[in-house]
């Protein structure tokens, strides 16, 4: 009996020179380079050289910051960013197969463009794109755009008016996603036509309007770009509790979860669970792909993992995360994630602590310890991103009239 | 030396889609969608080391009575992600973005074009656009809110806004000094604040410096209101008016009016859109062109583009036959939707239009062929190039904007045929002599 290809999925968390506040001081780290298009066409390469299912690229609508919710005036750490989804769109043409998932939030923005320049991304890329959804619930990010007031973060995510809110953006959000969803659709695969006996260009029952009416706002649509190649690019999004686990239930493929520990980790895939059986009533609808984040220090021939971090740790703010950070040599970090490929994850993101050495360091000994076990594939196996994760690579297009057969 | 220097002529290239004069039935023709198009055309323009490449937007597809067409190009995709891949697959051309002022806010253009300029080392643009009308807010949260008196405000402040974005990240603010420690050279990297009629924002912007600090702006203004921003605010121009006399008066009118803000004239460019048509001979080419028009000028293709000024139902009367001598509907809701209607006032241009046809007796498609058709050069090589570069030179303007009927092909044989004639004069560079857009617009970096 052939064995059956693995299936276990690995992705890459780009951002910055990585994910320890002092990673840019490292020797490798290119920090003249964070804002350069080579910088980021050869992070990319690299991690796809390691056959990673796909990389997602981080980005905000305000400054990094030490504490996540409010602005800081730090000159010691990475600051300043570029448009993720532009970052993807620039890497496309010189990668071939790995997914590109920029991060783009939805609480100031415009479905109706966030939409098309996913599918644009879909479109340049042949079919590797993806979004990870974010909202922006601080204040201050609301004051770049000026349209509306939001009541941050500043009195703690325990107060209820902060709670209430961000039920509203989730909520907002989970109706962002379904504009884009349906605004795909809105051209159906076949539509373009192309007949000169009747001079027409499109079929033009084939490009359907979305009338969408919602609580936050309303889209008539249909898309101005055509239906990307995907039909339906990945859509993602990071939860760290029950709402967003919610919103992902409703909205999402993948869902970033953040378990620190066993334990931890088989809690959150069984409340993970519960908001797919409330919220993931269509019966048509896929599997929600579970990935556990994990940001990583790997041992080098020059350095372990863990002296690495308490190293970086010594030169500024030591680093704080809310994804576990583990360390440790590539065999026994490859250990841990054939736990959660056990636990029933279906795979792990992984955040390198910095970039210029665990990238390498993943691609050259992570990712052959985890093919050594049969867990990981030792090719792309798909054309697309979809097809890379195992979603159905012919999606149903909602406003298609059914066949009568 | 009295003779004054040879001016360098400004080449964009300009990759059309959903108007009528692309053939999309050219045996010939390609995708309109996929990646391959736009890379060949910005890819063939770069050859003939043309200024910039750019992409036009429209953000609802047109309708005609509520039915979105069928009978042009319909779809494209998101103008800014083509451009950042198209960064990855040139290295000199510039890279014009059209992007509108009224369904985005600065913070994310700024963010978007800085980012584009970044991602290409130089060499993005933007072609500021607004509009107002309802049928395109129906895609918006914010629905169709600006009043149209207050375009020209929403777009003087929305260019202020975004270049004080811009301008919020110092050339020297990044340190990346892994011995001190300092990342940040400024503490305030980033910071701005911006108040006005339609905007009052103020934080930290997140793209610092972008290699020409400010993107390259490009507008496209006729009313005195529109040349006076554009004068006063864009580093070119493109322009509606690409014959004598109209040509010379809108290039004087523009370098005056720049002048009047106390900029150097030079530093405005101005671009008329622009085709052409090839043959053997100047009558081959104008046969040629004839045979283009005629494609174009299909009955639907005639009958929707007469419906916009009639604002009215046409498809019972016979293309072939006499133009109707019904009025437009002035009043009536419009019966074309997604597309400005850039002739002027309605009730006017039909009667025009109506004695011109009668004087001379013509048919519908013929009137169309009149007023609609428009290929600005025909001839051999030689004969395009050289009155391509006598209009230039005679200032009619600093370049053109060269678009074609066959996508993606179209564009191939003016760069084969037309581009070495005019390197031949000295009038077009052999080689880029900078690496940003501005560098080889011979603007000067803010």
Known sequence: MPMSSPTFHLAIALDGAGWHPAAWREPGSRREELFSPGYWVDLVQEAERGLIDFVTIEDTLGLQSADPFVPDTRTDEVRGRLDA????????????????????????????????????????SEGRGGWQVKVSGRSDEAQHFGRRELVGFEAGLADPAVQTQVVELCDEAAEAVEVARRLWDSWEPDAEIRDAATDRFIDAEKVHRIEFEGRFFSVRGPAITPRPPQGQPVVAALAHAEVPYRLAARSADVVFVTPHGLDDARGILAQVAAAVDAERRDPGRERLLVFADLLVFVDTAAESGAARLQRLDGLGRALSSDAAVVTGSAASLAEQLAELASLGFDGVRLRPGVLADDLPAIVDGIVPELQRRGLFRTRYEAATLRGQLGLSEEVADRYAKAVLR | ????????????????????DILWEHPEAGSQIDFSTFRHVAQTAERGRFDYFFLAEGLALRERDGQVFDHDVVGRPDTIPVLAALAAVTSHIGLVGTLNATFNEPYELARQLASLDHLSGGRAGWNVVTSFDAFTGANFRRGGFLDPADRYVRAEEAVAAVQALWDSWGEHAIAADPVSGRFLADARAGEFEFSGRQFDIGGRFTVPRSPQGRPVIVQAGVSPQGRDFAAATADAIFSPFHRAPEAHEF?????????????????????????????????????????ILQQQLTPRTVQVLFEQAWNRDLSAFDVDGPVPSL????????????????????????????????????????????VFGRIDYTGTPQQVADELDAFVQGDGADGVVVGSHLVPGGLDEFVDLVVPLLQEKGSLRTEYEGSTLRENLGLPTP
């Open chain 1, 85 to 124: 989804l532009l970052i993807a769109s620039r890497v496309a043409p010189v990668t071939e197969r790995i997914g590109l998932v920029p991060t783009v939030t939805v609480t100031h923005t415009e479905p109706f463009h966030v939409s098309k320049a996913v599918a644009t991304l879909d479109h340049v």
């Open chain 2, 1 to 20: 030396m009295t003779e004054r220097s040879r001016k360098q002529i400004v080449l964009a290239a300009y990759l059309g889609g959903v108007n009528e």
């Open chain 2, 251 to 291: 290039y004087r009118d523009i370098k005056a009016r720049a002048a009047g803000f106390g900029r150097d004239p030079s530093h405005v460019k101005v671009l008329p859109g622009t085709s052409f048509v090839l043959g053997d001979s100047k009558a081959d080419a104008e046969e040629k062109a004839r045979h």
């Open chain 2, 327 to 370: 009025p437009p509907l002035v009043e009536g809701p419009p019966f074309i939707q997604g597309r400005a209607f850039v002739f002027g006032d309605r009730a006017t241009v039909v009667r025009g239009w109506q004695s011109l046809a009668e004087e001379k007796g013509l048919s519908l498609r013929q009137l169309a062929a009149t």
